[in-house]
C-alpha cells in the first residue's frame, strides 16, 4: 500500500531553517506528481508546493515563494522541501501527499517557528 514518511520537522526561530524529507512507497513515485501541503492549528490544508513526476517544474504558494525550494529524488523515492526565512507563519504540520486535498498523506513532521 502507499507509503508516506516525513521526517525534518523541529521547532526554530523566526529567519531559521529546516529541510523536510518524505520517503515514498507502494506506487510508482517516478511517474507521480507530488504535492507539499501543510496545516495551521484550526485551518484547513494549503498547497505549498507542487512538483511534476520529473521534478523539472514546481509551484509554490505565494506565500512561500522565494523562501522554499522543493526538490525530488526519483532514484530515493524521496523528496524534500528546503525551508528557509521562516516565519511564525509557516508553523503547521507538514505532509507529503499525491494530492493537494491530502487525501493520501504520510503521518506529518511538526514545523514551529517561535521565538
Known amino acids: 500500500q502507499v507509503q508516506l514518511v516525513e521526517s525534518g520537522g523541529a521547532s526554530v526561530q523566526p529567519g531559521g531553517s529546516l529541510r523536510l524529507s518524505c520517503t515514498a512507497s507502494g506506487f510508482t513515485f517516478s511517474t507521480t506528481t507530488m504535492y507539499w501541503i501543510r496545516q495551521a492549528p484550526g485551518k484547513g490544508f494549503e498547497r505549498v508546493a507542487v512538483?511534476?513526476?520529473?521534478?523539472?517544474?514546481?509551484v509554490y504558494a505565494d506565500s512561500v515563494k522565494g523562501r522554499f525550494t522543493a526538490s525530488r529524488d526519483n532514484s530515493k523515492k524521496t523528496m524534500f522541501l528546503q525551508m528557509n526565512s521562516l516565519k511564525s507563519e509557516d508553523t503547521a504540520v507538514y505532509y507529503c501527499a499525491q494530492d493537494e486535498r491530502g487525501d493520501v498523506r504520510g503521518q506529518g513532521t511538526q514545523v514551529t517557528v517561535s521565538s
Open positions: 512538483l511534476t513526476s520529473a521534478g523539472s517544474f514546481v
